[in-house]
């Protein structure tokens, strides 16, 4: 079975300041590997994913990600916050063996204050 | 181009009574999933179609839980009776292909409340 681990409930940073959110994956082949976004009264909104090839991954409004086989990471970053970056983050991975399940972890909740 | 749609964006019901959620996809796409959200919980999957068809049912919680994709359009899912534990965010999503690394184009979710 495939599972995700975000370990933080929460993640406070100033505007400015780098911003890291955690994933660790868990699959029984190789894994696809999302984040998502949600704002405030708003859907699910893709950002980026890994599929294969380079290990960083750039997505939307100046996020990336990498990909770490080792640690079974996908940690998403970016270098510098904007409060707008204030929102819900989910990390998902597909297992390339049982490919249209997706599975989700629990969210990231990140406040950028200004 | 039209996003995913989901109606009605917030229903509250009192325990035993029956609501019904209706998604409908990004025209073209023929995978519909549904996925739920319980509160501060991970989303987790409930079903997929491929076009009208059931391609896995695996992670609907039980048989209260009944969800049809008429004709291979838009999709409803009806909660009969509701239950307090069924509430949460129903999240549908449509993709144009299952394989590989294709995202999943979510809409904004159904919020439930049942009392």
């Known amino acids: 079975a495939q599972s995700v681990a975000q370990p933080e409930d929460q993640v406070n940073v100033a505007e400015g300041n780098p911003l890291t959110v955690k994933c660790t994956y868990s699959?029984?082949?190789?894994?696809?590997l999302f984040w998502y976004v949600q704002y405030p009264n708003r859907g699910l909104q893709f950002l980026l994913k890994y599929i294969t090839g380079d290990n960083l991954v750039k997505g939307s409004y100046g996020f990336e990600a990498e990909f770490n086989k080792s640690q079974t990471s996908f940690h998403l970053k970016k270098p510098s916050a904007l409060v707008s970056d204030s929102a819900l983050y989910f990390c998902a991975v597909r297992d390339m063996s049982n490919d249209y399940k997706l599975s989700f972890g629990a969210g990231t909740t990140v406040t950028v204050r200004a | 181009e039209a996003g995913v749609t989901q109606f009605p964006s917030h229903s509250v019901i009192e325990k035993g009574q029956t609501v019904t959620l209706r998604c409908d996809p990004i025209?073209?796409?023929?995978?519909l999933y549904w996925y739920r959200r319980v509160m501060g919980k991970e989303i987790k999957f409930l079903l997929h179609?491929?076009?009208?068809?059931?391609?896995?049912e695996s992670g609907m919680p039980n048989n209260r839980f009944l969800a049809e994709r008429t004709g291979g359009t838009y999709s409803t899912l009806k909660v009969q009776p509701a239950e307090l534990e069924d509430s949460g965010v129903y999240f549908c999503a449509s993709s144009q292909t299952f394989l590989g690394g294709g995202e999943l184009f979510f809409g904004e979710g159904s919020r439930l409340t049942v009392l």
């Open positions: 699959v029984s082949g190789n894994p696809y």
């Open positions: 025209s073209g796409h023929d995978n």
């Open positions: 179609f491929v076009k009208e068809s059931k391609q896995d």
